[in-house]
Each structure stands twice: as C-alpha cells, then as structure tokens.
C-alpha cells in the first residue's frame, strides 16, 4: 500500500526557518506531479508549491522567495524548505502526490 509520510514540522519564531520531508512507500515520485498544501485553522486546504511530472515548478504567491520545493527522486522523498517564516505560515502542511495525501505536519511559526 503507497503510503506518504511527513516529517520536520515544529514550533519556530518569526524569520526561522524548517524543512519538510515527504517519504513516499511503494511508490516512486517521479512519474507523478507532487506537491504541498497547508491549512491553516477555519480556512480552506490550499495549494503551496507544486512539481508537475515535467518538472515545471509553481509557488503560490505568499510563499514566492521564501519557500522552495524539490525531490530526490532516487530516495522517493520530497522536500518543502521553508524560510523567513512568518505567522501566517501556521498550519497543517500536507504532502500530496497525484491521488494520494500525507496525513500532514503542524507548523508553527510563534514567538
């Protein structure tokens, strides 16, 4: 069974940074588009960053400059490294693969 795995979530103070990882079980990243969404209390699930399966790249605009996406495609792992936080960032951050989410990761950007 394909699982998604997130992990490196935690508390951080305004201007830290985090990275998050995606391990993904019986499945490979490479043949898939995959991406990050975050929630954050009483909103919507929204996109973050997304690698399409010809590897073109987008951000949503509140994280251009700050975050940026990549995958190892040898490991099945994808990575979001996240800085100049902000508290806006706070949220549940889920990794997503074409049909498939991660159970998600609570970040916290607190001072």
């Known amino acids: 069974q394909v699982q998604l795995v997130e992990s490196g979530g935690g508390l951080v103070q305004p201007g830290g940074s985090l990275r998050l990882s995606c391990a993904a079980s019986g499945s490979a990243f490479s043949s898939y588009a995959v991406g990050w969404y975050r929630q954050a209390p009483g909103k919507q699930r929204e996109l973050v960053a997304v690698?399409?399966?010809?590897?073109?790249?987008s951000y949503a605009d509140s994280v251009k400059g700050r975050f940026t996406i990549s995958r190892d495609n040898a490991k099945n792992t994808m990575y979001l490294q996240m800085n100049s936080l902000k508290a806006e960032d706070t949220a549940v951050y889920y990794c997503?693969?074409?049909?498939?989410w991660g159970q998600g990761t609570q970040v916290t950007v607190s001072s």
């Open positions: 997503w693969r074409t049909g498939l």
């Open positions: 690698i399409g399966r010809d590897g073109t790249i």
